[in-house]
């Protein structure tokens, strides 16, 4: 008898393949490098999605699958950002090692963090996730000294990865760097959600009372939750310093924590290509409208996100689904 592949004991191909596979998903990674040979004029933009789809899945696994919400995840964005940033600067300008350090770093913060965080629930979670960003928002741009305060941290330079590929200005290195490390996280992140961990979550965001009182370790889960949540943050931050040579004070600001929240909902929440949907249909429509209404982008990303709500159940994912499934009827009527 075939064994369970959310088991414990359950190996990580066994976790894989219990995550439905659809050829379909390939589009993504297909569209990817189609943009990197056919569309090299957008190659920054292509690298800054990928480094957001990175962030946006970090934030699904807190807000999509275990429910829990919050309004000051870029502290760990930022947090790992300014960490492989410091570290180029002062001398370690290896990518790989540089990125995994800024993760890991990111991911103790976050546990530190979760330990308070945990005890929370519903609005004094969000408002202290906010309060701490706002914290580390200000605490960043008063340490100049450190962080370069309104200036940025600038003047520092990545190493060739694995020693032969140089950055440059067109972005060919950096776009397929982010795009292989999004690879790596998301199968990550795959395997994770189809394990026990994974079910737990969705158990903590469909009855949160019910866990506890089935003797889950329910703080325990969300402890941990936020290691992994934020460490993955840590890394998409990372991405953007080592891709972009430069670390904004912004990047702890709630601008940057409200959007990847929207992108999420406009992509659908705790759907795994829900952040890839959500953070494309977000920052080209962003794009678009600033070139030709520079004043009133917003308004139109408002509008959208409006429409998301009112109209799809479950975002663009979703929309994806009801018109899958309607022309399943159509095919079999």
């Not at 790992?80 to 993760?103: F, I, R």
């Not at 430069?246 to 601008?255: A, E």
């Amino acid at each position: 008898m075939p064994r369970d592949a959310t088991a414990p004991g359950a190996s990580i191909g066994a976790r894989i393949l219990a995550q439905p596979f659809s050829p379909v998903e390939v589009i993504p990674w297909l569209a990817a490098l189609a943009v990197f040979f056919l569309a090299s004029d957008y190659l920054a933009l292509g690298t800054s999605m990928i480094v957001m789809i990175l962030f946006a899945l970090s934030l699904d696994l807190l807000t999509g699958y275990a429910g829990i919400v919050t309004l000051g995840h870029a502290l760990y964005f930022g947090t790992g950002a300014y960490a492989a940033g410091l570290l180029a600067k002062h001398g370690w300008s290896e990518p790989l090692t540089g990125l995994v350090m800024a993760t890991v770093f990111t991911a103790i913060v976050g546990t530190l963090l979760g330990i308070v965080l945990a005890e929370l629930r519903g609005m004094a979670s969000i408002m202290t996730s906010m309060a701490l960003g706002l914290i580390a928002y200000e605490g960043a741009k008063n340490a100049s000294w450190l962080t370069g305060g309104d200036d940025g941290l600038q003047g520092f330079s990545m190493a060739p990865v694995f020693g032969v590929f140089r950055w440059s200005v067109y972005g060919h290195t950096a776009f397929l760097y982010a795009l292989a490390w999004l690879l790596v996280f998301f199968v990550a992140i795959r395997i994770l959600v189809a394990s026990p961990f994974g079910l737990a979550l969705k158990g903590l965001r469909e009855n949160y009372g019910r866990m506890q009182l089935i003797g889950a370790p329910v703080r325990r889960h969300v402890i941990e939750l936020y290691a992994i949540s934020s460490g993955l943050a840590g890394a998409a931050g990372a991405l953007s310093a080592q891709t972009t040579s430069f670390v904004d004070v912004n990047v702890f600001s709630i601008d940057v924590s409200a959007g990847v929240l929207v992108m999420l909902v406009v992509g659908g929440l705790g759907r795994l290509y829900g952040a890839f949907a959500g953070v494309i249909v977000y920052m080209l429509i962003h794009n678009v409208a600033s070139e030709f209404a520079p004043f009133y982008w917003m308004f139109i990303i408002g509008a959208m996100l409006l429409a998301v709500v009112l109209f799809t159940r479950g975002g663009v994912m979703g929309l994806i689904d009801a018109m899958r499934r309607t022309f399943m009827r159509k095919q079999s009527a």
